[in-house]
Structure formats: structure tokens, C-alpha cells
């Protein structure tokens, strides 16, 4: 695959992933505080179901991620790998089970303190994986803007 290509890959895939996971952090927060019950269930379930888009656009922002960077010790990719492995294990640690223990408890009707608390801890942990793939995608932004200032690749 050439670097132009794993370039808009990457982009791609870390924008989709930012978007999918903005997109699950507001549903959320706009179900708990808007909707009655039916909606809290409807959005946790579809989250439930999307769930495979997060995952696969995380991989593949991961793995290009770590195909561009090669051996870089630059530290602007150094801040990066360090915000992708935060963000990587907040996913699978943190916002994967609780989006499926919260839908799994919204489709029985369970919401209980344990529905509210898992939510909470779900909502923070989403809102520093926007803040740190924001992060990552702004550093890749000034990078590719570098090298097309330097004339090493096109807009």
C-alpha cells in the first residue's frame, strides 16, 4: 500500500472512529436527559449493535497508525502512540463492556444505581477518548500540513 494511501486510511479511520465514538458519548447523554425509557433503550441498543464500527475503525487507525510511525522517536508521534495506547485500552477496558452491560441492562429494563454508575463511568471514559483521539487527530493535521509545506506530499 503506498504511504498516500495509508495516509487517507489513517485519516479516515481515526475520523471515523472520533465521530462513532462523539456520536455515542451525545446519544447517550441526550437519551438519559430527553428521552423517556423506550429512547434510553433504543439508543443503547443501537450503540449495542454499532458497536463492530468502533471497533474496527479504532484497528485500523491503530495499524496505520503504527505503519506510518515505523521507528520514529519524533515526539509528536511519541505523544501520539502514548495517546493511542491510552485510548486502546479505554476501549477495550472500559467503553466495550459498558456499552454492553448498559444495553444488555436497558433491553431487561434495569436501571438501577449499577445502570447509573456503569453510564457514568462510561460517559467520562468516552469524553477522554474524544479529548485524546481530538488530540491525535490535530498532531496528524500539523503533520501533514508540515510535509505539504515542505513539499513532500500533496494536498
Known amino acids: 500500500m503506498s504511504r498516500t494511501s495509508l495516509v487517507a486510511l489513517h485519516g479516515i479511520s481515526g475520523a471515523a472512529a472520533l465521530l462513532t465514538i462523539a456520536t455515542f458519548w451525545v446519544s447517550a447523554l441526550t437519551a438519559e436527559f430527553v ?22 475503525a479504532m484497528m485500523a487507525a491503530g495499524a496505520t497508525g ?13 505523544a501520539k502512540r502514548r495517546r493511542t495506547i491510552i485510548t486502546a485500552a479505554n476501549g477495550l477496558l472500559i467503553l466495550v463492556p459498558s456499552a454492553v452491560f448498559l444495553g444488555l441492562r436497558a433491553r431487561a429494563g434495569l436501571f438501577d444505581a449499577t445502570f447509573a454508575t456503569v453510564q457514568i463511568v462510561e460517559l467520562a471514559a468516552g469524553a477522554l ?6 488530540l491525535n487527530m490535530k498532531a496528524g493535521m500539523a503533520m501533514r500540513a508540515r510535509r505539504i509545506r515542505a513539499g513532500k506530499t500533496t494536498a
Open 66 to 78: 503504527t505503519r506510518l510511525a515505523g521507528r520514529s522517536k519524533a515526539p509528536v508521534i511519541r
Open 35 to 56: 428521552l423517556a425509557t423506550p429512547g434510553v433503550v433504543a439508543v443503547r441498543t443501537a450503540i449495542l449493535y454499532a458497536l463492530p464500527v468502533l471497533v474496527i
Open 129 to 134: 477518548n474524544i479529548a485524546l483521539l481530538s
